[in-house]
């Protein structure tokens, strides 16, 4: 389904048909924040550390699953994307003196995709993660900003900010994300508090989880803070939210394939630039993501330069 597609929720118990929006789609509704991003003048330096191939092309081929804001999603004409990482990678090829065709795929498409040599590199707030670095190199951007779990407030077995209460109750995330761990984590989690373990599917795509949740198939779900406070503002249904008690903020990164050093070098030194001359901390501040920006890069950081 596109990121800009209505999904029709049939609710049940005598409601109307009410129209929803999905997480990859309720963004389209929220105009982005308006401060434009200076254009970047290309550094020669960098330009001349990317492999041959790119050079000659003069393109990066990037994949994403614009499905997921802050990080990216579309526009209401289907084809625009906007993001914080979005404004990141505009920004990266300015400074290595290409252009950047981005594709949309499905997230379970993107690490396989680029390991198998189809993209150049993916993005789409990617968690780096030991098992991943085994498979593709990260060249880290920024922290994770926070996720939080939802559910309708309609539903009376869950108590606003008891995460506690969501032991025993279904759920599901979105096939080769780290929700499905996360929610994984939780229904443990529960066992371990002496609670009803969860019941935790997956779903091809956010929109199909957010339908499953409508529809009354899972009772909550699990997606970045920042998604969910745009999923309340934009339904016309109430939704409720709970921290995630086993939160810990991770590195987040550029995906290239594991032995593509030269571009791993050329995407690490464009980050050192745009830090340099302002336009990172200025993109994130216009997505009022201060707390997930980095003070320095690194490849493999999650291996390189563990967290606490």
Same mark, same amino acid.
């Given at each position: 389904?596109?990121?800009?597609?209505?999904?029709?929720?049939?609710?049940?118990?005598?409601?109307?048909?009410?129209? *929803?929006?999905?997480?990859?789609s309720v963004a389209p509704?929220?105009?982005?924040?308006?401060?434009?991003?200076?254009?970047?003048?290309?550094?020669?330096?960098?330009?001349?550390?990317?492999?041959?191939?790119?050079?000659?092309?003069?393109? *990066?081929?990037?994949?994403? /699953?614009?499905?997921?804001?802050?990080?990216?999603?579309?526009?209401?004409? !289907?084809?625009?994307?906007?993001?914080?990482?979005?404004?990141?990678? +505009?920004?990266?090829?300015?400074? *290595?003196?290409? %252009?950047?065709?981005?594709?949309?795929?499905?997230?379970?498409?993107?690490?396989?995709?680029?390991?198998?040599?189809?993209?150049?590199?993916?993005?789409?707030?990617?968690?780096?993660?030991?098992?991943?670095?085994?498979?593709?190199?990260?060249? +880290?951007?920024?922290?994770?900003?926070? +996720?939080?779990?939802?559910?309708?407030?309609?539903?009376?077995?869950?108590?606003?900010?008891?995460?506690?209460?969501?032991?025993?109750?279904?759920?599901?995330?979105?096939?080769?994300? /780290?929700?499905?761990?996360?929610?994984?984590?939780?229904?443990?989690?529960?066992?371990?508090?002496g609670k009803?373990?969860?019941?935790?599917?997956?779903?091809?795509?956010?929109?199909? &989880?957010?339908?499953?949740?409508?529809?009354?198939?899972?009772?909550?779900?699990?997606?970045?803070?920042?998604? &969910?406070?745009?999923? %309340?503002?934009?339904?016309?249904? /109430? &939704? !409720?939210?709970?921290?995630?008690?086993?939160?810990?903020? +991770?590195? *987040?990164?550029?995906?290239?394939?594991?032995?593509?050093?030269?571009?791993?070098?050329?995407?690490?030194?464009?980050?050192?630039?745009?830090?340099?001359?302002?336009?990172?901390?200025?993109?994130?501040?216009?997505?009022?993501?201060?707390?997930?920006?980095? /003070?320095?890069?690194?490849?493999?950081?999650?291996?390189? %330069?563990?967290?606490?």
């Amino acid at each position: 389904m596109s990121a800009n597609v209505f999904v029709r929720v049939f609710v049940a118990a005598g409601l109307a048909v009410t129209t *929803l929006c999905s997480l990859a789609s309720v963004a389209p509704a929220v105009a982005a924040p308006d401060m434009p991003i200076p254009e970047q003048a290309v550094v020669p330096e960098l330009h001349a550390l990317l492999p041959e191939k790119i050079r000659s092309a003069g393109v *990066l081929n990037l994949a994403t /699953d614009a499905h997921y804001p802050p990080c990216q999603w579309f526009l209401e004409d !289907g084809k625009t994307m906007i993001g914080y990482e979005v404004d990141i990678w +505009n920004a990266l090829a300015q400074v *290595l003196g290409v %252009k950047l065709e981005a594709v949309s795929i499905d997230f379970a498409g993107l690490i396989p995709g680029v390991a198998g040599g189809r993209y150049d590199l993916a993005m789409e707030c990617i968690t780096d993660r030991t098992d991943r670095e085994e498979q593709v190199t990260f060249v +880290n951007h920024s922290l994770d900003y926070g +996720n939080a779990f939802y559910y309708l407030t309609s539903t009376a077995t869950i108590t606003a900010g008891d995460a506690l209460s969501l032991c025993g109750h279904k759920t599901a995330g979105q096939s080769g994300t /780290d929700f499905v761990d996360k929610l994984e984590a939780l229904a443990k989690w529960c066992v371990d508090q002496g609670k009803e373990t969860i019941e935790v599917g997956q779903y091809p795509t956010a929109s199909g &989880v957010l339908l499953a949740l409508f529809s009354g198939r899972i009772d909550f779900a699990l997606s970045e803070a920042s998604a &969910v406070e745009e999923l %309340k503002a934009n339904n016309p249904v /109430d &939704v !409720g939210t709970i921290s995630n008690p086993l939160e810990v903020q +991770n590195y *987040l990164g550029i995906v290239t394939a594991k032995d593509n050093e030269p571009l791993q070098q050329a995407l690490l030194g464009a980050l050192k630039a745009i830090k340099a001359n302002g336009t990172y901390d200025m993109i994130f501040e216009k997505w009022s993501l201060p707390h997930a920006a980095l /003070d320095e890069f690194g490849i493999n950081m999650t291996t390189t %330069k563990p967290r606490g």
